[in-house]
């Protein structure tokens, strides 16, 4: 199936590392890796530019891989909250390969970010709060001592998150709140940050997270899949906003060359672009231009 836009699209949290991509769920093989497909299918609906995001240290070397693949494709370097308990395992060592690997990923001139870093306190079962703290901070050093932006993650954190950046934010350039759920005053104290906004499928789940998406402001908003998860789903309420379909099959059924249902794709970024036209009542062409520019900014890509 092939699908074309006349759009520019950037989509800041691509997880093509992920096993799902590779053809493994839940630890079983369904399929041969399908990775390239997803790649081309991406840029069929204009969508050349990719980030794909890193959230260890075995994440940032598959990504420099797939890096090399395309002169647009970047990656990160870091440590996700829900990974933490690795880091503290082997503090040392492993924080030295993270970064014998992101001086080589700076190299290749892959590297435009920091991160995935931040704080989970919906996901406590991986790391608890105590160990995603320790394994925060070290960031702020990487992306002082590099002068790199921060790529982001916040989940139900109260006011420790913003307390932690705020506290930092003098030592960095910049950065993104990648998938953003949260309610307005915390949209309002990452704006007060001077911090762009990342926006999915789950940034638009509820009528409450429409309501904040339309606050977002045009200079900060960044658009994204974070496939392979946070699609636009039948039962969000922004799906009725939604105009470009893909036909997907059971993974079971998969073919070379067809999307594998409730496994979201870079390509879908068309269908956040459509919801986000809707609701800030700006044309599909103009948005995808902005917000297109804005990761450019936001990732000191011009």
């Not at 060592?93 to 704080?119: F, H, N, P, S």
């Not at 658009?223 to 939604?242: F, G, M, Q, W």
């Amino acid at each position: 199936m092939q699908i074309k836009s006349k759009f520019r699209f950037f989509d800041i949290a691509a997880n093509l590392t992920d096993d799902q991509f590779y053809g493994m769920y839940h630890h079983k093989k369904y399929h041969q890796p399908d990775y390239k497909d997803v790649m081309k299918r991406a840029t069929d609906i204009g969508c050349e530019h990719l980030l794909i995001a890193s959230g260890c240290l075995g994440d940032l070397k598959k990504a420099r891989e797939l890096c090399q693949l395309s002169p647009h494709y970047y990656t990160t370097a870091g440590i996700h909250p829900c990974r933490a308990a690795e880091l503290n395992q082997n503090s040392q060592g492993y924080m030295e390969e993270l970064r014998d690997q992101l001086e080589l990923a700076l190299k290749e001139k892959k590297l435009v970010a920091i991160g995935e870093c931040g704080l989970d306190y919906d996901r406590l079962e991986w790391s608890t709060k105590e160990e995603q703290m320790i394994a925060f901070e070290p960031h702020f050093e990487l992306a002082e001592k590099y002068k790199l932006p921060m790529y982001l993650h916040n989940r139900n954190t109260g006011d420790d998150f913003y307390n932690i950046v705020q506290k930092n934010r003098h030592r960095i350039v910049g950065g993104v709140v990648h998938s953003f759920t949260g309610p307005l005053d915390e949209l309002q104290k990452i704006l007060h940050l001077d911090l762009y906004v990342g926006v999915n499928g789950c940034s638009l789940k509820s009528q409450e997270n429409i309501d904040v998406a339309k606050q977002i402001p045009l200079d900060k908003l960044l658009l994204e899949t974070d496939s392979p998860y946070c699609e636009i789903r039948n039962t969000h309420a922004s799906s009725k906003l939604v105009k470009t379909q893909f036909q997907a099959q059971k993974t079971e059924k998969w073919k070379e060359g067809q999307l594998i249902k409730s496994r979201n794709e870079p390509c879908k970024i068309i269908q956040v672009l459509e919801v986000m036209s809707e609701l800030l009542k700006i044309d599909q062409d103009k948005l995808s231009e902005i917000c297109f520019q804005n990761s450019l900014k936001c990732f000191g890509l011009v």
